[in-house]
Structures are given as C-alpha cells and as structure tokens.
C-alpha cells in the first residue's frame, strides 16, 4: 500500500513536471518617465508598452527565455540607478539653490544693518553738544556703533543671534 502511495506520488511528479507555463509580461513607461515591468495589465496612460509572451516547460528551462528576463531585469535595475542619480541631482541642485537664495538674504540682511547702523554714527556725529552731552560722550558712543558694525562684518550669524 505504502508503495502504491510513493508511485503515485512520482508520477505526479512526472506529471506536474511536463506541463507548460503561459506567462505574459508587459513593459511600459510610466508619467515619471520610468519603465516598469509587471505580470499585470499597465495603466491607460502608460506609455510604449509592449507585451511579451512567454510559454516554456518546467522541466527544461529555455535558455532564450532565461536570457531576456536577465536582460529585463538589468534593464530595470540600469533604469533605477538613472532614476536614483537623477532625483540625487535634483537634490542637491536644489539645496545649491536654497543656500544660495540664504545667502543672498543674508548678504541683504548685512547691507541693511550696516546702513542703519551708518545713519546711527551720522546722527550721533550730527548731534550738539552741550552740557549733558560732551565730546567724550558723542566719541564713545560713536565707537560702540562702529564696534557693532565690526562685529557685523567679521561674523554675521553670530551678529544677528546676538545683535546688541
């Protein structure tokens, strides 16, 4: 009986093993620009899309069929690193573009400081003395603005996280 059970199970075996496998597979482009492929129908707006039918044994792969999924499957991956490199590249072109438009705030922002400050030392220079307010006084305070836009020009950022 036990064997019976085995002999029936080679010949299932034997069986399953010469039937025929029908496969079809699409390729596309999809709206990124990307090409995709897949066992399932692409999207209605895909675009050159191309089917490609495959029936082979399972007992005997073919050869010819194992060489295009290869080549289908460095296609996609060459597809991916491009994909990749471009959306790095965009990246970085983008944060070069963000540091740039910072530092021409930034450069605005110090132009801007430094005209106050100028108008500051030329109303204080503009001032009168009298006797709340001497020539010692106008000197040391025209210093301290000018020592705020020293300060200001060697080193912005800590100027402006510090301003006084």
């Known amino acids: 009986m036990r064997r019976i059970g085995i002999v029936s199970l080679i010949?299932?075996?034997f069986l399953?093993?010469?039937?025929?496998?029908?496969?079809?597979i699409y390729t596309w482009t999809d709206a990124n620009?990307?090409?995709?492929?897949s066992n399932s129908q692409p999207p209605e707006n895909a675009k050159n899309v191309q089917t490609i039918e495959e029936t082979h044994s399972n007992q005997n792969a073919d050869?010819?069929?194992?060489?295009?999924?290869d080549r289908m499957v460095e296609d996609a991956s060459k597809n991916a690193d491009r994909q990749f490199e471009r959306q790095a590249e965009k990246?970085?072109?983008?944060?070069?573009a963000r540091q740039k438009q910072q530092q021409m705030e930034q450069a605005q922002r110090v132009a801007r400081e430094r005209d106050r400050l100028q108008k500051k030392i030329d109303a204080i220079k503009n001032r009168g003395l009298g006797p709340t307010f001497t020539?010692?006084?106008?000197?040391?305070?025209i210093k301290q603005v000018q020592d705020r836009i020293d300060r200001l020009e060697s080193d912005p950022k800590a100027?402006?996280?510090h301003p006084e």
């Not at 620009?33 to 492929?37: A, F, H, I, S």
């Not at 990246?91 to 070069?96: I, M, S, T």
């Not at 020539?135 to 305070?141: D, F, P, R, S, V």
């Open 63 to 69: 050869a010819q069929n194992r060489q295009e999924y």
């Open 11 to 13: 010949a299932l075996f």
């Open 16 to 24: 399953l093993g010469s039937t025929v496998v029908y496969a079809t």
């Open 159 to 161: 100027y402006f996280r």
């Open 33 to 37: 620009g990307v090409k995709r492929y």
């Open 135 to 141: 020539t010692g006084m106008k000197a040391n305070l």
């Open 91 to 96: 990246k970085a072109q983008e944060a070069a």
